[in-house]
């Protein structure tokens, strides 16, 4: 198969499958001609050719090839023209073969790639050497060799790339060592990046690494074999990253202790999952330019260096999951420039230094599942700039500081299952830039301050799980901007404040098991922004206030479980935006609100599980865009209106279970997308009406129905 891309001009062409032309020089496709007309040439898949590629076009500048046989590799590279039959500016510059099975290249061949900037060999995995060759490609700039080959000797003639500015070789497994010659790897002088990610077998690293006076880029990731740095490695003054991610056989950073600290331009240190790195060296507090210090998962380290503090450059510092971490140094306070500090999971850290808050830069502070974390410095407060405090699953957290009013940037505050925590501090309410509070699970927290209504600027409130909230404040109805108040769970929650009706702007109500609220207020009318409005499982609920119907904007009303729940008002029908009504397991219902018709944008009712339910209303048959009725369960119901006719959206209806049902309307015979019914352990003349209908195809028996449960009906023409 060939592709080509482009019009007349054709700049790039794929050949694919066992392609049989004599020759490419020759091919023609329509009105193009390939001759010197296309500059990348894409081989795929070809393990045959047949005497194709006679000679390449000197005008390809790129070659890539892709899952190919060896002997297709071998044939193409040798249709390559000579340099002496280019003319000037036409020259292979790049060569890619990825997924080709060869173990080898030739030495010839190599040699005469000599324009070669670009050279990549990738998931070769049969690769077992490299020729010598390779050595007079002086205008490579890029290697890369990556991929799972079983090269284990990189050839001495490396250091002839004296343009190399790239050498990538990650994931060449078999490599245990890099060559130390004294004309191999220290001559690249220009090589700016080493990759050697994935390396699992090199267990060092040579002396003359450290003559790579160009190299900004050290990825020494996932050499897990890897021991120990050379202390050649403080020669490298112009490293700007080091990154030893997975290196789990460190135990220590380097041989030396004072390498590292020569590093001068290092920005970035990456010892993520190092699990047996137990200390910095003290040199550390030397890397003036140093600006990310990512320990991640360095599950044996126990503290930093005192010197720490001198990193003043430093704007990110992740410490999660070094859960043998006991303490921070009091030099962390010297940190100016510190923007971030995670101790995500710190589990022993049980406080914090006094001197924190001398971090005036800091924006976030991350202490989740810092589990012994008992206290937090009054100086806390002083951090003016900080954006985002998590204290999530912080369980011995008893209080916050009252100087945590002082935190006049903050704008997220997190406290979910702080469960020793009993009280919020008064000065909370200073807290001016605050829009997401969360205390989800404080099972300790009995009341919320009244100073909460002081925050202008809050959002989201969460406040779910509570089991020992009673109340919430009356001063919440001066939350003017709030959207979202979640308080599911809250179950010894008795009652709302009455000027709820003032939050104007709340979309999300979420009141969720809160079992023992009898009532809501007859303010909550005036939420016209409200979209959701969640009360399921609120089994002390016995009424809805008339207001509800005021909810104009309403889309979701779930009154799920609502056991006391005995009528629904007939301002109900006012909620003409309402998709969907689920008022299943409310036992307690006799009936619905003659207005029900009025819902015209409602598509699903469920009613399975109203055990007391006698009868729908005749309106029921105005819901024209009803697709889906569940009546499951409700065992008073004895018939349907003979409006459910009208329903002609209806596809899908359960009447499972409803053992008082004797009959079904004759209009059912109008319900022409009903494509599923369930009448499961009804009365068998219901199943007889449906098998009576010309079009019904199948009906179960309701003594079959133990591995079925649907009822099929098909619609003829």
Not at 80 to 101: F, H, K, M, Y
Not at 252 to 257: D, F, G, Q, T
Not at 447 to 467: C, D, F, K, N
Not at 637 to 646: I, W
Request: hydrophobic share 45%; net charge positive.
């Amino acid at each position: 198969m060939i592709r080509a891309f482009a019009s007349r001009k054709v700049a790039e062409l794929v050949v694919s499958g066992h392609f049989k032309a004599e020759s490419l020089q020759s091919l023609c496709i329509g009105s193009v001609t390939f001759e010197h007309a296309y500059r990348t040439l894409g081989i795929v898949t070809c393990e045959l050719f047949n005497g194709c590629f006679a000679r390449t076009p000197s005008a390809v500048h790129t070659l890539t090839m892709t899952r190919c046989g060896p002997a297709s590799v071998l044939k193409v590279l040798q249709s390559l023209p000579p340099p002496s039959d280019r003319d000037e500016g036409q020259a292979l510059t790049a060569l890619d073969v990825r997924n080709c099975d060869i173990t080898g290249l030739p030495e010839l061949i190599v040699s005469q790639l000599t324009a070669l900037t670009s050279f990549q060999l990738s998931e070769c995995r049969k690769l077992a050497t490299l020729p010598s060759s390779l050595g007079q490609l002086t205008s490579l700039r890029a290697l890369a060799i990556t991929g799972r080959s079983r090269i284990v000797p990189l050839p001495d003639s490396l250091g002839q790339l004296t343009a190399l500015t790239a050498l990538n070789l990650s994931q060449c497994t078999g490599l245990t060592a890099l060559p130390d010659s004294p004309d191999s790897l220290c001559l690249l002088t220009a090589l700016v990046s080493l990759n050697l990610c994935g390396c699992r077998g090199l267990s060092g690293l040579p002396a003359s690494l450290g003559q790579l006076a160009a190299l900004t880029e050290l990825n020494l990731s996932e050499c897990a074999q890897l021991t120990r740095l050379p202390d050649s490695l403080r020669r490298l003054t112009a490293l700007r990253t080091l990154a030893m991610v997975s290196c789990t056989a460190s135990a220590a950073l380097s041989a030396s202790e004072y390498s590292l600290g020569q590093l001068a331009a290092l920005t970035v240190l990456d010892m993520t999952e190092c699990r047996k790195l137990a200390r910095l060296p003290e040199s550390l507090g030397r890397l003036t330019a140093l600006t990310t210090l990512n320990l991640h998962t360095c599950k044996a380290l126990t503290c930093l260096p005192e010197t720490v503090g001198g990193l003043a450059a430093l704007t990110r510092l992740n410490l999660t999951r070094c859960r043998m971490l006991t303490r921070l140094p009091e030099s962390v306070s010297q940190l100016i420039a510190l923007r971030e500090l995670t101790l995500d999971m710190c589990t022993r850290l049980t406080s914090l230094p006094d001197s924190l808050g001398q971090l005036q830069a800091l924006t976030v502070l991350d202490l989740t599942k810092c589990r012994n974390l008992a206290r937090l410095p009054e100086s806390l407060g002083r951090l003016a700039a900080l954006a985002t405090l998590d204290l999530h699953m912080c369980d011995a957290l008893v209080c916050l500081p009252e100087t945590v009013g002082g935190l006049a940037a903050l704008t997220k505050l997190n406290l979910a299952r702080c469960h020793a925590l009993t009280r919020l501090p008064e000065s909370i309410g200073d807290l001016v830039a605050l829009r997401e509070l969360s205390v989800d699970s404080c099972t300790r927290l009995a009341s919320l301050p009244e100073a909460l209504g002081q925050l202008q600027a809050l959002t989201a409130l969460y406040v779910p799980h509570r089991r020992a909230l009673t109340r919430l404040p009356e001063s919440l109805a001066e939350l003017t901007r709030l959207t979202t108040l979640d308080a599911d769970g809250c179950n010894n929650l008795v009652r709302l404040p009455e000027q709820l009706g003032h939050i104007g702007a709340i979309t999300k109500l979420h009141l969720r098991g809160c079992n023992r609220l009898a009532g809501l207020p007859d303010s909550i009318g005036r939420l016209t922004a409200l979209t959701a409005l969640e009360l399921g499982a609120c089994s002390a609920l016995t009424a809805l206030p008339d207001s509800l119907g005021r909810l104009a904007a309403l889309t979701s009303l779930g009154v799920t479980q609502c056991g006391r729940l005995a009528a629904l008002p007939e301002s109900l029908g006012q909620l003409t935006a309402l998709p969907s009504l689920d008022l299943s397991d409310c036992r307690a219902l006799t009936s619905l609100p003659v207005s029900l018709g009025q819902l015209t944008a409602l598509q699903t009712l469920n009613l399975s599980r109203c055990a007391a339910l006698v009868a729908l209303p005749d309106t029921l048959g105005q819901l024209a865009a009803l697709t889906a009725l569940n009546l499951t369960d409700c065992c008073a119901l004895t018939a349907l209106p003979r409006s459910m006719g009208e329903l002609t959206a209806l596809t899908r209806l359960s009447l499972k279970k409803c053992c008082a049902l004797a009959a079904l309307p004759d209009t059912v015979r109008s319900l022409a997308q009903l494509t599923k019914v369930n009448v499961e352990g009804c009365q068998r003349a219901v199943a007889a009406e449906l098998r009576s209908l010309d079009a019904v195809r199948t009906v179960m028996h309701p003594s079959n129905f133990k591995s079925k449960m649907m009822v099929n009906t098909e619609r003829g023409s």
